[in-house]
């Protein structure tokens, strides 16, 4: 019997071709090496990424409820003087920081579910491999996508809302880490506009910055988990 190390304070064995998860003294979960690797390479960073957004969103509220706690002491007219002295101070919490540290999460898990496109791209029985460096200039996701499809016959969720949003994602993503998230510097700006235009909880504001909301990065992971469960043939709960 070969350890595994022990993760989330249960001790993982491997026995035969099944897993045993060891939660109780007397109960057990038997699990396959793909519902396995799904809650290591998948749920496990996920939860992470998912915990460390509300972790922003809770403490940027704190921050901002600081200095309303600290004008709600004084009277009405003092109250404006008090705003105006700090309004430099309020912004950096209220849009300022929200936006960076969005912006920032966002680029990470992005990178996170395609590296796990490309991982899922295994050689064939014929030896053909999959290739980052290919002519095609699709993004790295969508050769991802061909390439599960074409050559290893994968089901491949694509008329999902997820994977629509994290294709989408793609160009949102593209133009904050290339352009500093100025859509008007954006190579594809017509379309760019046309997808944030259509989509939820982003916008482009009067300086034509894209502005994610606290909500953006939590839909992200909701929908990095509905596809990549299915492609790692895992049946979750509706998140």
């Known amino acids: ?17 099944e897993i045993i998860l060891s939660k109780e003294e007397n109960g057990i979960e038997r699990m396959t090496p793909s519902k396995l690797q799904y809650l290591f390479d998948v749920e496990h960073p996920l939860n992470q990424f998912e915990q460390y957004a509300e972790f922003i ?6 921050e901002v409820g600081r200095y309303e706690k ?65 002519s ?26 997820a994977w629509k949003f994290i294709q989408n994602t793609n160009r949102i993503r593209n133009c904050l880490v290339h352009s500093g998230g100025d859509v008007s510097a954006f190579r594809s700006e017509r379309k760019l506009r046309n997808i944030i235009a259509d989509m939820e909880y982003v916008m482009i504001d009067q300086r034509d910055k894209i502005i994610l909301d606290e909500t953006f990065c939590l839909a992200f992971i909701d929908h990095s988990f509905v596809l990549l469960s299915a492609l790692y043939n895992v049946q979750i709960e509706e998140q």
């Open 70 to 134: 600290m004008a709600a002491e004084f009277d009405e007219e003092d109250q404006e003087s008090f705003w105006d002295w700090h309004i430099d101070e309020v912004s950096l919490y209220r849009s300022d920081f929200p936006n960076i540290l969005r912006s920032s999460l966002l680029t990470s898990m992005y990178s996170f579910v395609e590296s796990k496109l490309v991982a899922l791209c295994h050689p064939t029985e014929s030896g053909r491999t999959f290739s980052k460096r290919s």
């Open 57 to 62: 969103e809770r403490s940027l509220k704190s």
């Open 1 to 17: 019997m070969e350890a595994v190390p022990e993760w989330n304070g249960e001790k993982v064995h491997i026995l035969h071709e």
């Open 136 to 161: 095609s200039r699709k993004p790295l996701i969508n050769k991802a996508r061909d390439y599960l499809i074409t050559e290893l016959n994968v089901a491949f969720p694509v008329d999902t809302p």
